[in-house]
């Protein structure tokens, strides 16, 4: 696939994206931008969610990661779905009973000022490094694809890319997101079923032979018990995938801004479980695809790329397939990354000006629409420099990654929200934020500790004891009355 080909598939999809976010979000106030009015049919957000939980991470780490860690990212994908339960019958009320624009003000009404700012501060953090690492994804495949072809170096490929998002985001927000998403889904999905398919035939398999190759593989192996200190113990991976997911999802305004878009709690809890069960069949059809890249690679006899992220657009672009796969991988690699940023940067304007700077309390709609516009273009500026950032650091595979840096990020966040709602008691609120940095802080010398002392691996479960740092110093900091 030459770099004029993946240009004019990339301009191609845009010139879509930009007619389906200027056609929903022509008419978007404030609060369509911030909630999208909360008139989002409950299936139309369940559909738009199924692409939302997926970015481009997903779309080349997933499969990549089969060659070292097998399906054994399934064994979190069960303990997002028990996550997804929590988020429906025990988040969702008490948001909807709230009426919150940014989900940290549960925090202020909880605890007060202080908690509500770093509740905010903290999803600031981890949704910026999160949100440009996904974007990263793409502008390194980006770069390998096109820009290196002409001679354009990355920050350009980054501050491109960077503007494409924003432009698209900055009228319509939350409503254009809940349409760009739909088209997200239905570009993602089919583009993972195409691209298995052309490359069942490349390989001269049937389905039936198919099924038999990935069964016997042992990148297929789902379940790990044998070793409570490995990172793919099943207990410890479960147990991450149901915090990870109350935390990524239930305690994120980027993915809750799309749930309170429905009209009423029942809506949106029908939403969040058809996008549970929705995605494991999509995650267990993209470690379908890994294996099968492998098999390709080794059939054909490439040599397999430094990197297990690399793995899908080498095969795709360059693994002498039909043409027509290295469109799909292109679209789907697209349509995923730009709406994960587009969500994200959203998510980030929105809580910045309603958290942070509380712009709804202090001005009329005009200025709240400046203040907004400016947030926005701050914001994107700010995930182009992390991108920048990511490009001289990275050196895991990012699906990892961008679970590490949740474990430390999200802690406190989901510690402070856990707090408020298993107990009634107030806390001295001014000594919140001391608390949610000393939690990480706690984490990183118990993970130290326990492989130096013990050679225990704690990986992505270390979110647990990052909120349970946040929880027992609350606890030592609660006034004696209950509220």
Known sequence: MTPAAVIATVLGYIAVLFAVAWASGRRADNAGFFTGNRRTPWYMAAFAMIGAAMSGVTFISVPGSVAVDSFSYMQMVAGFTVGQLIVAFV???????????????????????????????FFFISKMLGAALRVY????????????????????????TMFFVWLY?????????????????????????????????????SFADTAREVSASPMSQIFFFDDP???????????????????????????????????????????????AVSQIFVIFLFLVLGVLLYLYMERSGMTPPAKSDQVFSLVAVDGGLPLVVGILFVVGLISSTYSAAGSALTALTTSFTVDILEGTKRYGEERLTRLRKGVHILMALGMAAVILAFEYWADDSVINLVYKVASYTYGPILGMFAFGMLTRRKVRDRWIPFIAVAAPVLSALVQWWARE?????????????NAAFTMLGMLILAERHEK
């Open 229 to 275: 200190a490995s990172d793919r113990y099943f207990w410890k991976m479960f147990a991450a995938g149901i915090v990870l997911l109350v935390a990524m999802t239930g305690l994120d305004q980027d993915m809750m801004q799309r749930n309170l878009s429905c009209a009423t709690p029942r809506d949106s809890q029908k939403n969040i479980v058809l996008t």
């Open 453 to 465: 002392a013990w050679d225990y691996r704690i990986g992505f479960e270390l979110l647990i004891y």
């Open 137 to 160: 994804v793409v502008c390194a495949v980006m770069q390998l694809l096109v820009f290196s072809h002409y001679g354009i170096p990355f920050w350009a490929n980054a501050l491109i």
């Open 91 to 121: 988040l969702i009320p008490t948001f909807y009973r709230l009426r919150v624009v940014s989900l940290y003000e549960y925090l202020d009404d909880r605890f007060g000022v202080a908690s509500h700012r770093t509740g905010a501060w």
């Open 169 to 205: 985001t900055q009228q319509g927000g939350v409503k254009s997101l809940i349409w760009t998403d739909t088209l997200k889904t239905v570009c993602l999905v089919a583009s993972l079923l195409l691209s298995i398919v052309f490359i069942m035939q490349g390989l001269g398999l």
